[in-house]
């Protein structure tokens, strides 16, 4: 079928927050239903089980249709990969490599030798959100997510950690001038959930999701 | 005049009044001409449509159900009709709603082959005494062809008539019915001598003495008769003085196309057994490999290749299997008139001169076969002569004979051994693979159908010579590669698998091109889709850079009437793939009914894909490259999707095997389960007899009893007796033991044998030890259920494509994780018991009352359906992709490769019902309104139905409800809609195309016109226009 579109007021009206705030809705919704068994700590293992849930979700939910893969590959404009990112996701009816939303996995609050360490610089870190501010993570795309896997299940510090460590990383984050971390209005039912704004090279404008999950074990 | 698909369709004619013989000789005109489907008059108050595809008749029309005339319309009463009349020829449905007026065997074409062959079977007819050898005939009714082409476009006349003393004629029936037959002989070879004088020494050959010893008046009687335009087959005579034929009109690459098919069909046998005739036709072919190219296919072929080029002109040509030339025809009258626009005020002499010039040193056409050869210049020369208007053909061979430029016609064919320089002929007898380097890197186009030899047939020495000689590059190349990585290449794998003749042309034709040339060639499908090119693929595809795949399978039979391997067109330049990531756009076009003549080949979008090289080259490496192309023939994105799933999970093939032994006989490898085929009886090349070692009292299946369904009864079987004494072939024992699954070679039975049963090779058997019972009934129910039947549609070599069949070794990469495999091993247990239990039950209620009972059938039957739900459960199928499954297996596989007279039934052209788009609507909007779950508004559908038209207007409005889907018949609104999106069409596309669909997409609501077929109205394609759909409201269409 050949299609053509005379006005983008239909689009906006049905879906006002785009793809990205179906995603994330269906993400915070899914890890709601997860309980890690005891012995999974690893932030890798846990993306993968993640991933596998949230794609049996989408295989037994009509409604979506998103695909998730993991360890993306991700390369420079030369083809050469430079990183991988843990999740990618597919928009309805389109497979790898097609992603339309990529997300990066760390761990916060993890208890190392009896102390809670909020694991906030690795968050941030080249591994972390400096992934997505130096291009390194798909540089066709205007909007990233980090999931932040809040390992004691204490939002309030862990999201407090971050904000912290964002404020003193701010230039390196090359977060946009007059802006923190704040409430993200396509996750308006999640109050520790954030957004933060970049800007990043050649007046690129980049938006980071903050996702914090807290582990629940069975 | 109307144009669909950019083919000449409907000529429309106004006049003041009717005048039946004049509309009726137009009529004529146009079933000659072989171009345009139908005629329509309009006198202002009537307007009257004949077909252009019923014969031709000398008399008025008086019966209602003369076939000349459609139909006839009125402006006051039929205003509807008129003004849906176009959208109907557009999309097909006039053509569907009066079929009988529109059969494609009624067309000249057709019937000037039919008599032709006919003609001369009649020549050739021993039985009388005077028959003529086969060649004779053919010359002699070429020659006729010829004469009379130039008869009756006036390009000779009373003047040439009056040479060799024959009265005026207007054609050649008229003057063959003027005088005696000995006359008609002693004219026409004077006719033929003169004309050999007057255009081209080697046009008539040199064996005209000899032949016109041959020719008798019962052979002119023959030739009046064919001329005339009697039915030979039918028995019946053309009226007196009527011309059926006019050859003035008659294409001329219709001519050629028919001359060349003619000359492929065989005399029939003695008894006249049409079906063993045909079918030695058909062997004749198989065995040359040649297939000749109808022309709308070479058409086709000429378009994808010189796509996007500004000119055709000072390029070169070369077709490297030119048969009767027609790519060469085809390219010659495209330059021809390319030069003509350009040099619209050029002089007669000039235009001559340069397209000699363009016949000579453009094109190149080689071909071992002489009499292909002779058949190019013959085409070559009748599309030269049809560049000039009949009278500056004579004033032009006076020029040339003054400017000492030669005869009109230049010399085209170079005999091997001929003295003559290479460089001023087009056409070169000799096999493409003998040494050259002449030719090497200077052609602009290598174009061609090579010949479609495969395994059993006889190969071509000097290709096989070239392509494992020092002399090929390529092999030098793939050598340095593999020594590079230690590994030691199977040359014949990848330069000549399964002996597949077009391989050897794909891997030769690069090397006549230029840089920056291309290579586009028609090949059959097997060397794309099939298990035994995958070295070639993975070598192939790495060396060149491929444009574009097209993929004519699901054309096979209409293209190709006796072809049993599809085509494929593969366009590709002689560098390297820029790169790994590179795309090659996959043109998968789909049989349409929008032309009974099936002139055209529409592609629609959802048929434009682009297949990753780097998938290509990694399921190469796995044996698979063909799963590649199949999956992008008919599935679609989500299908893709799916079959990925399905492909990650474990194989049959993981516990299912042949027993590998040593010499010795001792097992190497066993595989939980064993595979085999079964027995062969004793034949004459038995060396050495193998003892069956079996009692004559063991149990016997006969593969032809077609009773057992889902699981075998002993009743089913019989004692296997002393008739087999000796086998041929012995397989191991255990594939006849129980538990076992029994497999038809067809691919089309899965029963479960619960005891031992010997069977021969037309079965095969997956057979375990007995604690795996379970799962070999479930395998049963897997192998039965449509998810089976899917998996292999879209993943099999063969099915839906060549031959309905699967191999076994595709059979064994059906998915099929065993319990603990999968993320829940209680779970899928407990499946495998339940579907045990049910084939138990089916062996229950069929008992011994019904086994040989209809009853026996529904109670299969049911039990499938019970199965499948299981088997959807176990793999854990979603809705959707339960949709997708449905529809293959329904629609789609039920409509693959149809031959002309099923394109009526198939179901993906079945107009669709109000319930069939009913739910496509409501798939499409529940899709959309799932995903806009975060906003207030909704879409609503409603449908417009033009039936007339054969389309669909479905409009889904932004409201904050949600409602059912309501159909209406179209009326002003629907006129005002198309009006909004013939306009929104022209700016996107410069048209609107009826019969690929077109959505628009406004403020408040999105329109979608479709046509009717109910290919377009599934539910697995409101899903993947909901994801279309999607892209364009999310993005506006920028980011898909």
């Not at chain 2, 009748?382 to 053909?393: V, Y």
Request: include cysteine.
């Amino acid at each position: 079928m050949i299609r053509k579109i005379r006005s983008q007021q239909l689009g906006r009206e049905l879906f006002a927050d785009g793809l990205v705030g179906l995603v994330l809705d269906f993400v915070q919704e899914t890890w709601k239903g997860i309980q890690l068994p005891h012995g999974i700590r690893l932030e890798k293992r846990i993306t993968l089980l993640f991933m596998k849930e949230l794609n049996r979700c989408c295989h037994e939910d009509t409604a979506y249709d998103w695909a998730f893969f993991p360890e993306v590959p991700d390369c420079n404009a030369e083809g050469k990969e430079v990183s991988r990112i843990d999740i990618g996701v597919s928009a309805p009816g389109r497979r790898q490599p097609e992603y339309c939303f990529v997300f990066e996995g760390k761990r916060l609050n993890i208890s190392r030798g009896g102390r809670t360490i909020s694991n906030a610089a690795e968050y941030v870190g080249p591994a972390g959100m400096m992934c997505f501010v130096t291009g390194k993570y798909s540089s066709g795309q205007s909007e990233g997510g980090m999931l932040g896997y809040v390992m004691d299940g204490e939002l309030n510090p862990a999201r407090s950690a971050i904000v912290d460590r964002i404020n003193l990383k701010r230039t390196e984050l090359r977060l946009a001038p007059g802006t923190a971390y704040s409430p993200s209005k396509q996750m308006p039912k999640a109050p520790f959930n954030g957004e933060t704004k970049h800007s990043l090279e050649k007046a690129r404008k980049f938006t980071i999701f903050h996702l914090l999950l807290p582990i629940q074990r069975n | 005049m109307l144009c669909v698909e950019g083919r000449p369709t409907v000529y429309f004619k106004r006049v003041k009044a009717k005048d039946s013989k004049c509309e009726l000789n137009w009529q004529r005109k146009l079933w000659n001409q072989g171009a345009a489907t139908m005629l329509v008059v309009d006198d202002a108050s009537e307007v009257r449509i004949y077909s252009a595809l019923a014969k031709p008749a000398s008399g008025s029309i008086t019966a209602p159900d003369d076939e000349r005339l459609v139909t006839t319309l009125t402006w006051a009463a039929d205003a509807l009709e008129l003004q849906q009349f176009i959208r109907g020829v557009e999309t097909g449905a006039f053509y569907r709603r009066h079929a009988p007026r529109f059969q494609p065997e009624r067309s000249v074409d057709r019937y000037l082959l039919d008599n032709l062959c006919a003609a001369r079977d009649e020549l050739c007819d021993y039985s009388k005494g005077d028959g003529l050898d086969r060649d004779t005939a053919h010359h002699f009714l070429g020659r006729c062809l010829f004469t009379g082409y130039l008869l009756e476009r006036e390009v000779i006349g009373s003047r040439q008539l009056r040479k060799v003393g024959a009265p005026a004629a207007r054609n050649l029936r008229e003057l063959l019915e003027s005088m005696t037959g000995s006359q008609a002989i002693d004219t026409l070879y004077a006719l033929f001598r003169l004309l050999q004088d007057d255009f081209n020494g080697s046009l008539f050959g040199n064996q005209l003495p000899g032949e016109q010893k041959h020719i008798r008046v019962r052979h002119i009687e023959v030739l009046k008769r064919f001329f005339r335009g009697d039915d030979f087959k039918a028995g019946q005579p053309a009226l007196t003085g009527f011309d059926l034929y006019d050859f003035s009109f008659i294409p001329i690459e219709l001519i050629s196309a028919i001359y060349e098919q003619f000359l492929a069909a065989p005399a029939p046998e003695a008894d006249d057994d049409e079906e063993a005739s045909d079918e030695q036709s058909k062997s004749q072919r198989r065995k040359a490999g040649a297939y000749y190219t109808p022309p709308r296919l070479a058409e086709l072929v000429v378009d994808i290749a010189t796509e996007k080029w500004p000119t055709l002109l000072k390029k070169r040509y070369l077709d490297p299997a030119c048969g009767s030339g027609i790519f060469l025809v085809v390219l010659f009258q495209r330059m021809a008139g390319e030069w003509r626009r350009r040099n619209s005020t050029a002089t007669n002499l000039k235009r001559a001169c340069e397209l000699r010039r363009i016949l000579t040193e453009s094109l190149c056409g080689v071909d071992r076969d002489p009499t292909a050869c002779m058949i190019a210049s013959f085409s070559l020369y009748l599309a030269f002569l049809d560049q000039f208007d009949p009278p500056d053909i004579w004033a032009l061979k006076k020029e040339l004979e003054a400017a000492g430029e030669g005869k009109v016609l230049p010399p085209l064919t170079l005999v091997a051994g001929d003295a003559a320089k290479p460089a001023k002929h087009a056409i070169h007898a000799k096999n493409f693979f003998a040494p050259e380097t002449d030719a090497l890197g200077k052609f602009d186009l290598v174009i061609g159908n090579p010949p479609w030899i495969g395994r059993n047939q006889p190969g071509d020495e000097a290709a096989e010579k070239w392509l494992f000689s020092e002399a090929n590059p390529f092999l030098i190349e793939i050598k340095a590669q593999a020594q590079k990585q230690k590994k030691k290449p199977d040359l014949k794998a990848v330069f000549l698998p399964a002996q597949q003749s077009a391989i050897a042309f794909m891997w030769r034709a690069p090397l006549f091109a230029k840089a920056d040339g291309i290579v586009c060639l028609l090949l059959p499908s097997r060397v794309l889709l099939s298990n035994q090119t995958d070295a070639f693929q993975a070598a192939w595809f790495a060396r060149f850079q491929v444009e574009c795949v097209w993929q004519l399978a699901d054309y096979r039979r209409i293209l190709f009437s006796g072809a049993k391997c599809p085509a494929v067109v593969i366009k590709n330049r002689i560098d390297r793939p820029a790169d790994e990531g590179q795309m090659i756009e996959y043109i998968t076009p789909k049989a349409e009914r929008l032309d009974p003549r099936q002139a055209v080949i529409p592609v629609l979008p959802e048929d434009r894909k682009m297949v990753p090289l780097d998938s290509l080259a990694l399921r190469a490496k796995e044996d698979r490259a063909f799963i590649v192309w199949k999956e992008f023939f008919w599935g679609t994105g989500r299908d893709r999707g799916f079959l990925d799933r399905l492909l990650k999970l474990p194989p049959l093939s993981k516990i299912a095997g042949k027993i590998k032994r040593d010499k010795a006989g001792q097992v190497l490898e066993r595989k939980r389960w064993v595979k085999g085929q079964g027995f062969q009886p004793p034949s004459k090349s038995m060396e050495i007899p193998k003892d069956p070692g079996w009692k004559p009292s063991d149990l016997f299946l006969d593969a032809g009893n077609k009773r057992p369904q889902l699981i075998l009864l002993e009743s089913d079987c019989k004692p296997i007796g002393r008739e087999i004494g000796e086998l041929r072939r012995k397989p191991d024992d255990a594939i006849f033991a129980a538990p076992m699954v029994l497999v038809n070679q067809g691919f089309t039975r899965f029963v479960f044998s619960p005891f031992p049963v010997y069977f021969q090779d037309s079965l095969q058997s997956i057979a375990g030890p007995p604690e795996d019972e379970n799962l070999l009934l479930f395998l049963t129910a897997v192998l039965n259920s449509p998810l089976a039947s899917y998996f292999f549609f879209h993943t099999s070599a063969n099915l839906g494509v060549e031959r309905d069949k699967v191999h076994f070794e595709e059979l064994l990469q059906l998915p099929f994780p065993l319990p603990e495999e999968t993320d829940d091993p209680d779970r899928s247990w407990a499946i495998v018991r339940k579907a045990a239990a049910r084939l138990h039950q089916v062996k229950a209620d069929i008992g011994p009352a019904f086994a040989l009972d209809p009853k026996r059938e529904q109670i299969c039957a049911d039990a499938k359906a019970d199965l499948n739900e299981l088997v959807y459960d176990y793999f854990e199928v979603s809705a959707r992709e339960r949709v997708l499954i449905e529809d293959t297996v329904e629609i789609y596989r039920k409509s693959i490769t149809p031959s002309p007279a099923r394109l009526n039934r198939i179901p993906t052209l079945t107009e669709s019902k109000e319930p069939q788009r009913q739910e496509y609507a409501h798939y499409l909007r529940d899709a959309l309104n799932g995903w806009a779950k975060r906003s207030a508004w909704r879409v609503s559908p409603k449908g417009q139905l033009a039936e007339r038209a054969g389309l669909c207007l479905l409009t889904l409005t932004k409201v904050q409800r949600a409602e059912d889907y309501v159909e209406e018949k179209a009326a002003q609104e629907f006129e005002k809609v198309m009006k909004r999106l013939s306009r929104a069409s022209a700016e996107q596309q410069g048209g609107i195309t009826y019969l690929r669909g077109f959505a628009l997409i406004e403020k408040e609501c999105i329109h979608i016109l479709k046509p009717l077929a109910l290919r377009h109205w599934t539910k697995s394609a409101a899903l993947n226009d909901a994801d279309d759909l999607l892209g364009d409201l999310l993005f506006g269409g920028e980011n898909r």
